[in-house]
Each structure stands twice: as C-alpha cells, then as structure tokens.
C-alpha cells in the first residue's frame, strides 16, 4: 500500500469519506490514435525538433515505440551533452552559441527523460548537467529578488519544472530555491500577469508533490503541504462548465497533480470524472493534435503522473503502436480569412483566400507572399511561436497574441489552428 492507501485507509477507518481523482481506463483505440501521432516526431532525428517531453510522455503511458524509444533517447543524450558539455561552447563568446542552447526547462524534461528510463543522472557529464540546471535556478532566484519583486527570465513554469527534475534525481534543493515557488503560489496576485495559468501552478503542484514524498526540506513540510492544498484548490476553482480545469489543454497536467491528491468529501472524484468525459469528447471532436500536449495527456489516460518519475515501473507492459498516416481530408473549397494586425502604422487588414483547412500559418505564408505582411517565428517544443509580425520583434515579456475578433485567445498556436471561412484573425503585441 502506498502513501495514499495508507492515508485512504486511516481516513475510512475514522469514517470519514476520502475522495481520490481517478479516471477510468479510456478506449484503447482512441489511446492509440494518439500515440500514433507521436511516432512521426520520434522517427524525425532532427536536433532541432528533439523532444524531451515526447519521450517522457511515451514512457509513461500504455504505449511503446519499440526500438525506436531507446535510438531516441540515444539522441537527446548526444544534443544535450553537447549543447552544454561541449568546451567549443564555453570557450566561444557564448552570444553566439546561446540560441542553440536548450533553455533551463528543456534542461529539466531532458532529466525527467532519463528518469522515465530509471537511470539516475550521474557520473562526470551527469553531475555538470545538475550543476548547470541549479545554476538556472539560483539565476532564476536572483532575477525574481529578495522582495519577490522581479520576475523569472523564463517563467515559473520553468521554474516549477526544474525543481521537479532535480526532486525526481533525488538531489537536494536549497530552501529560498523552493521558496520563491512556494512565495508565488500562497500570492498569486502578486504573480498574476505572469502567465499563473494552471498549466503554472499544476506544474508547481507537481513539483511540491514530489518534493513532499521525498521528504526533502524537513524544516519546509508544513509549508509545502500548505501550498499543495491551495494548488489543489485553485484548480478545482478553474473548473469550466464543460469540464475542463483552465482549458482543453491545461487539463491534462491539472490531472496529473489532482491524481495525487486526495480530500474529504466527493468533490475531487466527482471533478476528476467531468474532466475525463470533456477531454473525452475534446479527443473525438480532434483535439489534440500538438505533440507536446499528447505526452502530457498520455501518462493521465494511464493513469500515471510525473511525480511517478521519483520511482518508475520500466518493466510495465506497453502495446507497440504502429504507424499509420492520418489523410487531411482532400478540399476544393477555398474559404477566406481576414487578417489584421492593428498596432502597426499603417494598420495591415487583408482577405487571405486558402484552401478550406489551412493551418493559420498558411494563411500567414499565403499573405506573406501576397506582400505587404512578414512575419517570423522560433521553434520550441509545442511548435512554431511567433516572435515577430512586420518587423516588429517582441521585447521582454512581451508576445504576439493571436485572437479570433472581436476578443477570443485562440488555444492553439500558428501551426495547429485552423480558421474558419469568414473569420477575423487579430495579432496583438502585449505585455504578461
Ligand atoms: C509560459 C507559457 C507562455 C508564455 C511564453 C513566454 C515565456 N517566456 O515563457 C506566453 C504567456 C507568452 C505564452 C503565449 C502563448 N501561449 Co502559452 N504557455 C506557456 C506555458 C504555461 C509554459 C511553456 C513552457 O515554458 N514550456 C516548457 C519549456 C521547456 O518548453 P519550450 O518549448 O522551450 O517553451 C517555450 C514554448 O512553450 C513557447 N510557447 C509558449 N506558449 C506557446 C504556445 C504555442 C502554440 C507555441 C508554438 C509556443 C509556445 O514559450 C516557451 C518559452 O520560450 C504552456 C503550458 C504547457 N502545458 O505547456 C502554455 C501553452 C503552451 N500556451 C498556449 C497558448 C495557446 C499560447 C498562445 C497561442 C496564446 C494566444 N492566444 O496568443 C500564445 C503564443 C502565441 C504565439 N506568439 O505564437 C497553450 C498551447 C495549446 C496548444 N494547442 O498547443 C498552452 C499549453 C497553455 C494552455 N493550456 O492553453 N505562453
């Protein structure tokens, strides 16, 4: 019996109800469709589009690539030692090379991959690599500041991350380290322009997840259970109508952390059931479609979860998934988007006329070739970002936001969103 079972049954034996957040298994074939998805990304060696986070997801759920899971992780073992061992690197003026370099939670998802191996990081190369990932940290420290004033350079997401990673390889975190996390959970007010999304806090839940069954900062417990407790609250708070904790794609991560939990009363069962049958119909209607969130809705549907990282089963069985093309459905039609992008002097306001499922990048490369609209974008992890419209490249904490008119965020990037005829697509420069 695990820590959970052990409180479950204390708690039934005071006859008090506890609530656990599962989900049941889901229809394997809808799992596998998927999976199925990932492969393409797997047999891609670019350095370029490796994926960490891809390799997690896979590990972690009822499915396996075969042959092709350990040539990957071979891989990820080649660019991240070279990105941050290599001499070339430190020697040269670093301007240069930074932009190739993985930044502080790429680091971290490369150290949660091997963990989703059962190796623990180790050996010469292994320890510089946690050393630069605390070196990130203590960096990161700084730039928030004493006061909490400032603000990470990456994001706490980031943040959170990282202090997973280092958690998961049983290596000890510095108490103000933990506490700038623990700072902005309990104050969220404080960080609310920072993008403290539930994607944020759940991944800080995770991390305090973890860090609590470890047993780490003894002299922090009270605090970090605390603080678990009210990442466990605002998520329930999130809870849309339809299901979702945050939105379709915060979800599966919030799931990960509400797996974790437990709570007197029916509320978290209940709440974790709603949000299985709206991914559910989200994942019929063709949601998720982005690598990146696949392989962090893969573990949940397995029921499994990063803080499984701390000790993984990598003997479980996994189905062997085969590749298999999903067609776009072939289109004469051509529909008509109208792109606009107000800020700029003078304003830009076109019709684009592409075929009818053209991604918003499409339109984009369509307008572009018309004239009178640039745009350029940088590769992460979850695809294409857009980092500059007309020239104009974002400053700090500043994006390029994407908006269906009159007011609506879109929840997918330039690569994955695929407009409807008639529509009007907004670009605006903000601050977060
Ligand atoms: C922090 C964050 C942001 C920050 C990023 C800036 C920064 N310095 O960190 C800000 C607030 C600017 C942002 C913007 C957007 N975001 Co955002 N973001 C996140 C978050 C919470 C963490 C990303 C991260 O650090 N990952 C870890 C690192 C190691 O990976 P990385 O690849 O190196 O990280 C970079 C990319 O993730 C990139 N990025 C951030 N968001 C997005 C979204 C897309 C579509 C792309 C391609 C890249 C991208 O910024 C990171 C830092 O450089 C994720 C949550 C999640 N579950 O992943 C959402 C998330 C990825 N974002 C999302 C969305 C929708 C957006 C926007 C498209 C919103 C909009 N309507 O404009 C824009 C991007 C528009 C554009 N210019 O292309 C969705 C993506 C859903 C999907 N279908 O793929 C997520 C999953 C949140 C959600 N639940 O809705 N985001």
Redesign the pocket.
């Known amino acids: 019996m695990g820590h959970l079972g052990v409180l479950l049954f204390l708690l039934g034996g005071l006859g008090t109800l506890a609530d656990i957040c599962e989900i049941p298994e889901v229809d394997s074939k809808l799992v596998e469709t998927l999976g199925q998805r990932l492969l393409p990304w797997i047999d891609w060696l670019s350095l370029e589009h490796l994926n960490p ?1 891809i390799y997690v997801g896979l590990r972690l759920s009822s499915l396996q690539a075969g042959a092709r899971e350990a040539f990957y992780l071979h891989i990820l073992k080649l660019k991240y030692q070279q990105s941050f061992l290599s001499p070339r690197l430190a020697v040269n003026d670093d301007k240069r090379d930074d932009q190739a370099k ?5 680091l ?2 490369y150290l949660l991959a091997l963990r989703a191996n059962c190796e623990f990081v180790g050996g010469h190369k292994g320890d510089r690599l946690v050393s630069q990932l605390k070196r990130f940290l203590e960096n990161e420290k700084r730039a928030i500041g004493p006061n909490h004033k400032g603000h990470p ?3 706490y ?2 943040y959170g ?1 990282g202090i997973l990673a280092l958690c998961v390889h049983q290596k000890r975190l510095h108490d103000t380290v933990v506490g700038k996390l623990l700072y902005a959970v309990e104050h969220d007010q404080h960080i609310h322009r920072d ?1 403290l ?4 806090v759940a ?1 800080a839940g995770l991390a305090f997840t973890c860090l609590d069954h470890s047993n780490f900062n003894p002299n922090q417990r009270h605090r970090i259970t605390l603080a678990i407790r009210t990442v466990q609250e605002k998520i329930l708070k999130a809870q849309t109508a339809e299901g979702y904790f ?8 919030a799931l990960q952390l509400l797996m974790n939990s437990f709570m007197p009363g029916e509320k978290l069962g209940r709440a974790c059931l709603k949000a299985r049958t709206a991914l559910l119909a989200s994942m019929k209607n063709g ?1 998720f ?2 690598a ?2 696949i392989s ?1 809705l893969l573990p949940v549907l397995n029921g499994k979860s990063y803080v499984d990282l701390i000790s993984p089963d990598c003997e479980a069985p996994r189905v062997l998934l085969q590749l298999a093309m999903e067609y776009p459905s072939q289109t004469r039609e051509v529909i008509s988007v109208m792109l606009k992008v107000p800020s700029v002097m003078p304003p830009y306001r076109y019709s684009i006329s592409v075929p009818a499922g053209s991604s918003l990048e499409d339109v984009f490369k369509k307008a572009q070739k018309l004239g009178g609209f640039t745009y350029g ?2 590769n ?8 500059s419209v007309m020239g104009k490249e ?1 400053g700090e ?1 500043e ?5 269906r008119a009159p007011d609506t ?8 969103y695929t407009p409807k005829n008639g529509e009007t697509i907004e670009l605006r420069l903000v601050s ?1």
């Open positions: 986070s993985p930044s502080m939670g790429q971290a998802l350079h990456t994001s997401y980031q991350l993008h999304s539930v994607d944020t991944m945050g939105n379709v794609y915060s979800t599966p991560l949601a479609r982005n990146l969130l962090q974008t940088q992460t992890l979850s695809g294409p970002y857009l980092t974002v904490r994006f390029w936001q994407l908006l965020p879109l929840l997918e990037g330039i690569a994955e977060w």
